[in-house]
């Protein structure tokens, strides 16, 4: 599908919503935790020393100064060991309190609910036909796509995950976030190009095809959904998920929280689901998600990012990404979730993509002080290698083995590390400026729209492929 000539968009509407590249060779990361704890946080965080927890503080903070350089427009950094938090740094004005961006982290809390849905029995599994819940791809080439395959982003589907300004005539992403009120009707019309399971091509729209197997199987908007299966149970709080302006959620995108609340996420699967006493994702879900189990690709479990090291000085690990440098690292085998969080400058309308997405939510640091602005460059490694080398207590179990562990730069920047298409050095008006720059506001916001829908959360109906939803709004 392309819009030559439909598609007037300025080049402001570059954006990356997260296209990280494929990392090649990546397989199921290690699970075993031999230092994880049953620490969970209550309505806080418990924060620690990290000599209590076997790291060197020395060492561990040379994180702080590789992701706060100038340039690369850090907001927050978060790193959890044994369930507390030991080390959290914060750009000047910001807080534990900020708002953080998700980006296309959110592609992982959907994932969750997908897996928390079929725990319910909602969905019957993963190798349900997605003409369950778009009943008129039935009959046409669409109609082998599984849910499996949309989750490995193998559906097959005619997607264009290009942000380069001159691709706006042939761009999906583009249409989809610039142009789009009803962003899953658009996402469900995009034709076939090749049979699923037959190749990786990373699309967002693949990501928000799940909004409407998630409205569908239980009868309700994603975020409510969320809030009661998944936010609620681990004590995420401040909360938004952006939705389109027919009500139905971004669930490729656009999640707001903070740092913290993020961490909270990862500890989630860290611990294998569990949390406290309650198992909020089934543990057969949160194990299934991190495994290799593509047709095409090894690197891309179920809306997550697989890191397999081959040597070197990180341990295997799994992440979910997000553009502009949204990070949630985790690594089971040191018992470690690390969230990085860019400037977000957080729109003061309702959550509401209306009509399209990016005057709200601008990114690449487009509009100083509003949207989110990316890092100059980055290495997973470079901000990770202190973290793990800061481990004393034995558990770091990577001496001795050969280099060339994913995600290791042999430069600034490694290309594994940055999103396909969309260089982490802003295209428009040169390279990203600093943490400090990003945040002061340079342009009067987008306008609210006049009227935010009436609030209410139906239930679905079963006779309409691409259900309208009125949303409840959160703030």
């Known amino acids: 599908m392309r819009f030559a000539g439909r598609v007037a968009v300025s080049a402001a509407l570059f954006l990356g919503v997260v296209a990280p590249s494929a990392r090649v060779g990546a397989t199921t990361p290690a699970t075993d935790s031999p230092v994880t704890r049953a620490v969970v946080p209550g ?40 369930g507390v938090i030991v080390r959290e740094w ?12 998700s980006w296309s982290v959110a592609k992982s809390f959907t994932s969750s609910l997908i897996g928390i849905a079929i725990g319910e029995g909602l969905i019957p599994s993963v190798d349900e036909p997605m003409t369950t819940y778009f009943p008129d791809w039935a009959g046409t080439p669409k ?39 009803n962003q899953l009707a658009f996402a469900a019309g995009i034709p076939s190009a090749a049979a699923p399971g037959t190749r990786f091509n990373y699309s967002s729209g693949d990501s928000m095809l799940l909004s409407g197997v998630i409205e569908r199987a239980t009868g309700r908007t994603v975020e409510a959904y969320a809030h009661e299966k998944l936010l609620d149970p681990i004590g995420i709080g401040q909360f938004d998920w952006w939705r389109d302006a027919a009500g139905h959620t971004l669930t490729y995108c656009c999640v707001d929280t903070t740092s913290r609340d993020f961490a909270r996420f990862g500890l989630l699967y860290l611990r294998g689901g569990l949390w406290d006493a ?20 090894s690197g891309y479990g179920y809306q997550w990012w697989l890191r397999m090291s081959q040597g070197g000085t990180i341990p295997p690990y799994y992440s979910a ?15 470690l979730v690390v969230v990085r969080n860019g400037t977000y400058g957080k729109s003061p309308c309702a959550p509401v993509a ?6 709200y939510y601008p990114p690449q640091g487009l509009v100083p002080g509003q949207g989110t602005a990316p890092p100059n460059s980055w290495s997973d490694t470079q901000f990770l290698a202190p973290i793990v080398a800061s481990i004393t207590d ?11 562990a994913a995600g290791e730069s042999t430069g600034g920047s490694s290309s594994a590390d940055e999103p396909i298409g969309a260089p982490l050095t802003a295209k428009v008006g040169g390279s990203a400026g600093s943490a400090g720059d990003a945040m002061i506001p340079a342009a009067d916001p987008a306008p609210c729209p006049a009227a935010a829908p009436v609030s209410t959360t139906p239930s679905v109906p079963t006779t309409n492929p691409i259900p309208v939803v009125t949303p409840a709004f959160t703030g």
């Open 143 to 181: 109609a082998a796509i599984t849910l499996r395959h949309v989750l490995h982003m193998e559906s097959g589907l005619d997607w264009d995950e290009d942000y380069d300004p001159s691709a706006l005539a042939s761009s999906e992403i583009i249409a989809m976030v610039g142009t789009q009120s």
């Open 354 to 359: 209306d009509p399209a997405l990016l005057p």
């Open 90 to 101: 914060y750009a000047p004005g910001r807080d534990a309190t900020s708002w953080a961006a």
């Open 278 to 297: 309650t198992q909020v994702v089934p543990a057969s879900w949160a194990s299934d998600s991190i495994t290799n189990t593509a047709n095409t690709y």
């Open 43 to 82: 309505s806080d965080w418990l924060v620690e020393a990290p000599s209590a927890h076997g790291m060197d503080e020395a060492t561990l903070d040379q994180a702080q100064d590789y992701a706060f350089a100038d340039g690369r427009n850090t907001q927050g950094v978060v790193v959890v060991r044994g």
């Open 394 to 404: 034995g558990n770091a179990a990577t001496a001795g083995l050969p280099r060339g």
């Open 321 to 335: 990404l997000g553009h502009d440098g949204q990070y949630i690292y985790i690594i089971p085998s040191l018992d």
